[in-house]
């Protein structure tokens, strides 16, 4: 594949888009923290939503991949080079750490003390379990993507749509016990900024093991392009 660069507009688009989401997922986490508990149903809903937004919003510009481990499945799959991934992914980590700041500056000093609403595990969860479960929920997410957005026959304009479902759902289910985090800009940028490690593997390699469907889809899903004779 020949390596090219991703146009600005494309990495302004991932940077903005996952900057949005980064913001109020973990934004939210920290008004039920200081403020009013708005519940997992409520956090879910509110960064899925946000999620699904900011999709429909960069979708024409940069593809809408807001997600490292999407970036890294579409490199998988020999949709993006080595170059294009990297830009991205920088753009998309990058946009965590600013989304840190960010909420810093709106809930004072005290926002810290909640690691800028990144995610914590349970006490009850181990990180065997927490891995895992990360790992085939964002696997989950990752096939939708490729199923809604990359495949032609499935219905794009309903791409973003199904991602943010996903997101929803997953919050309500793993939300109490894994944070259900799914994309590592969401962790990586507030928990380093907080200075808080504890368990950060969780929501880098899980997420990492779940793009692996990438490899697969193509292989399993995907027409093969039978040469003319």
Request: with cysteine; glycine share 10%.
């Amino acid at each position: 594949m020949k390596l090219s660069f991703p146009t600005p507009q494309a990495l302004l688009a991932e940077f903005l888009g996952t900057f949005v989401f980064v913001f109020v997922a973990c934004g939210v986490v920290l008004t039920s923290q200081l403020f009013q508990d708005v519940g997992v149903v409520g956090a879910a809903l509110a960064g899925g939503l946000t999620l699904m937004a900011m999709i429909y919003a960069t979708s024409g510009i940069s593809g809408g991949q807001l997600n490292p481990a999407v970036t890294l499945a579409a490199w998988f799959s020999q949709r993006m080079n080595v170059v294009e991934a990297a830009c991205y992914i920088a753009a998309q980590l990058l946009a965590g750490f600013v989304a840190a700041f960010a909420l810093f500056a709106v809930f004072g000093a005290r926002s810290f003390e909640f690691y800028f609403g990144g995610p914590v595990l349970s006490v009850d969860t181990n990180l065997q379990a927490a891995l895992v479960l990360e790992a085939i929920l964002t696997a989950v997410l990752v096939f939708a993507y490729f199923a809604t957005v990359v495949d032609k026959r499935g219905p794009a304009s309903f791409g973003p749509m199904v991602i943010g479902l996903i997101v929803v759902v997953s919050g309500i289910f793993a939300g109490p016990i894994s944070g259900a985090v799914l994309n590592p800009a969401k962790a990586v940028g507030p928990l380093v900024t907080a200075g808080h490690y504890d368990s950060l593997l969780v929501w880098i390699v899980g997420p990492l093991v779940g793009s692996l469907i990438g490899f697969i889809y193509p292989f399993l899903f995907l027409p093969s392009k039978k040469k003319k004779s």
